[in-house]
């Protein structure tokens, strides 16, 4: 047991968000093996303390640094940056074996008798079922296997530009031989599912063991009430047929993930609102055009579905609603109010 371990990623502070809800969600159900997460230099240091809480293993990669085969092949096609990032948990060779699971997954059971499959197993993508999905898979580290695996997305990429696509291409055999490599769905439950195929959720949707938020909206895009216990969207959204998971997902950010966060200070709001929006701005002047349309949308749907600014709310209750992603940014939270707030402190 101490030599298998669930491995997750995260790239950034809003993906270690998810990696802490999933590393919650296996504490919860009782794991018997080892909890790690593979993070980037972009994580700011008071999400490192927070991780190093909840997992037994933080692992600091940077594809940039490793200065062999990784650094080769993201200078010959820099566009697989992340994809690569994810490939490094074949590099943990000090596990047996591994499970990798996406940040945005999250168990609604003990899994640990995916420890009984072998490489590589996982379950059906929902938009092509001859592929695999790669948000969660049972994988045996080696380096042999990291430096093909690199070798391999050197020379022929990834159809999908992702992960995906390459270990798809990579264990191409999965499609066709063992079908005790493939997962059953139940391991892999993502909510377009749910949508796409009502009957058969309905029917199955119970034995559910892995929730996968798969695709653009994640869970914390949404606003949550926690008096409620309800994520609310005002936008017409199919994931709402069956908002339980992500309700869920909310109910267990609040209750375990959130005091962490207030503990290690990560919270704070007026220097947590002066962030977001300079990493708005970044955003806005640095990225493409893809990310840039994504983080206005995001923004403005923040701001359609915020509730009319309340007057004199408390400070608490206002920090409350800041860590809920209720951002009042024309009204309280207003560049203009920050500004004011930092110049008191600055006299
Ligand atoms: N990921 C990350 N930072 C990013 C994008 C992705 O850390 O900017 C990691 C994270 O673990 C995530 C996984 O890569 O769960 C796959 O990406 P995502 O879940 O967004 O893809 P999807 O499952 O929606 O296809
Ligand atoms: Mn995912």
Redesign the pocket.
Known sequence: MEDQAFV?????D???K??LVLGSSLRRYHTTRKLVVL??PQVSESMKKVLNKLFDEVEQVDVLDSGDSAHLALMERPELG?TL??LHCWVLTQYSKCVF?????MVLSNVDELFEREELSAAPDPGWPDCF???VFVFKPSIDTYNRLLQFATEKGSFDG???GLLNSFFSRWATTEINKHLPFVYNL?SVSIYSYLPAFKAFGANAKVV?????V?PWNYTYDPKTKCVTSEVHDPTMIHPEFLNMWWDSYTTSVLPLLTEHGVVKDTFTGLKALSDLVYTLAFSCGFCREEAVAEAVAQLSIDPPPQPSISSEERKERWEQGQVDYMGEDSFDNIQKKLDTYLK
């Open positions: 997750t990623l995260a790239t950034n809003t993906y270690v998810g990696a993070i980037t992340v990032t994810k699971m996406d940040a945005d997954t999905n790669s948000g992702g992960d995906q993502s996968h938020f798969l695709g653009k994640k």
